[in-house]
Nanobody, 125 residues
């Protein structure tokens, strides 16, 4: 059974940093694209960043470009999201997801097949 488990969320002051991790089990995801999404209350789930199966190419939403970095360790079946210079508007539940059908990343949530349970990130002003 495929499982994605996020960790690393929490409460941080504006300007601070957090590192999210997403550990995959039940399958080897080294060939598949993975993404990080977030969803704030009353809002749609949106892409934050995505990475190809090899890790060679990445995508970032304009709102986080230059502040967030997505990476992966295929040997550990884990993807990371380093978040720096956090802002109150980054407050949301963050989800990782795997795109089982392709090694190239997608930017729409419909393109992803498996999801983690989410981890809360709260940035205070």
């Amino acid at each position: 059974q495929v499982q994605l488990v996020e960790s690393g969320g929490g409460l941080v002051q504006a300007g601070g940093s957090l590192r999210l991790s997403c550990a995959a089990s039940g399958h080897t995801f080294s060939g598949y694209a993975m993404g990080w999404f977030r969803q704030a209350p009353g809002q749609e789930r949106e892409v934050v960043g995505a990475i190809t199966g090899s890790g060679a190419y990445t995508y970032y939403a304009d709102s986080v470009k230059g502040r967030f970095t997505i990476s992966r360790d295929n040997a550990k079946n884990t993807v990371y999201l380093q978040m720096n210079s956090l802002k109150p508007e980054d407050t949301a539940v963050y989800y990782c997801a795997v795109r089982r059908t392709s090694s190239w990343y997608g930017v729409r949530k419909e393109e992803y097949d498996y999801w983690g349970q989410g981890t809360q990130v709260t940035v205070s002003s």
